[in-house]
């Protein structure tokens, strides 16, 4: 499956989700930056925490890859039961638009 590993510091991390979301922010606030790396999983609702505004430095290397990856690395949080669904897609929101205005007789 494909997913991202990260390295920085030394420590190698894998983050794979088969129906959810990855997402890496760096975010710069008052002269100081951090980093987050999160997933989450619809079919389960659970959202996974790599890194949580993670401090990092001028200077520092952040390596990311897309690879296939069979199993993400233990993450350092894990949150359950989060009220989040996964998001219609292009082609599911085009299709029930076409419904709609087929039973209004608009096409």
Known sequence: MKGIQIRYENKVSNVVVADGIITI????????????VQSVIYESSIRNIWYNAFPIEMGDEISIKIKDISESS?????????KMKRPNTKLEIFQEVENRLKKKGLL
């Open 74 to 82: 233990e993450p350092k949080t894990t949150i359950e039961n989060l």
């Open 25 to 36: 922010g760096i975010f710069h606030k008052m002269g100081k930056a951090q980093i987050d």
